[in-house]
């Protein structure tokens, strides 16, 4: 019977590359999103993943997805938090909804979703918890003081869990990529993308999204069950910890 998977944020971008990766990989695959019906429809269309609708950022419409996924589905074995957003700007232009609207997001999603899987992963004795985090998250970023401060605490929250759930055979990890070439990386003008960003990675390119996938195929398998509370970096070198 194929473990089920549930992926926030998983119809675009590295979110999509995570939910066809662990699809291939044999699991049946849930994706949620925010917004975009237009491009979650045609996700579900192209990849045959079920996909269902709600905000990460609150926590009663989390419980209302989990229970919708795992009434058709079936109970969720592996939880992929990786919903997120920027909202950038300097501190001292920042305004408070910037800053919660990405804290609410990126890391108050960890517990609304985390939450809702925990005790039933806690009863069964098995779980994977894979958490997206950021370079940004592990070094600081100018203009992104409240996603860095998020992301950053996506790796503390992970220690935590990871810590308390060990003994009932759930782990619970953190993939931390660089710049990962997706549609909204691939916009930067070349010229930028070319002297300001891979110029400081040292493989001297992006990552594929395809990359963090497999990142997280490993860590939802039984082979990385001696694996939990890491941060498993995939940045190409550019910041090592």
Sequence with gaps: MSRIALVTGGTRGIGAAISIALKAAGYKVAA???????????????????????????????????????????????????????????????????????????????????????????????????????????????????????????IGFTKSIAQENASKGITANVVAPGYIGTEMVRAVPEEILNSKIISQIPVGRLGEPEEVADCVVFLASDKAGFVTGSTLTANGGQYMD
Aim: one cysteine or more; glycine letters at 10%; a neutral charge.
């Design 32 to 154: 949620s999103y925010a917004g975009n019906d237009l491009a979650a429809q045609s996700f579900r269309d192209e990849n045959k993943i079920a996909v269902f609708k709600w905000d990460v950022a609150d926590f009663d419409e989390c419980q209302g997805g989990i229970n919708q996924v795992e009434k058709e589905l079936g109970p969720i074995d592996v939880l992929v938090n990786n919903a997120g957003i920027t909202r950038d700007a300097t501190l001292h232009k920042m305004d408070l909804p910037q800053w919660n609207a990405v804290i609410s997001t990126n890391l108050n999603s960890l517990f609304n979703m985390t939450r809702g899987v925990i005790e039933g992963m806690r009863e069964r004795k098995f779980g994977r918890i894979v958490s997206i985090s950021s370079i940004n998250g592990q070094k600081g970023q100018f203009g992104q003081a409240n996603y860095a401060a998020a992301k950053a605490g996506v």
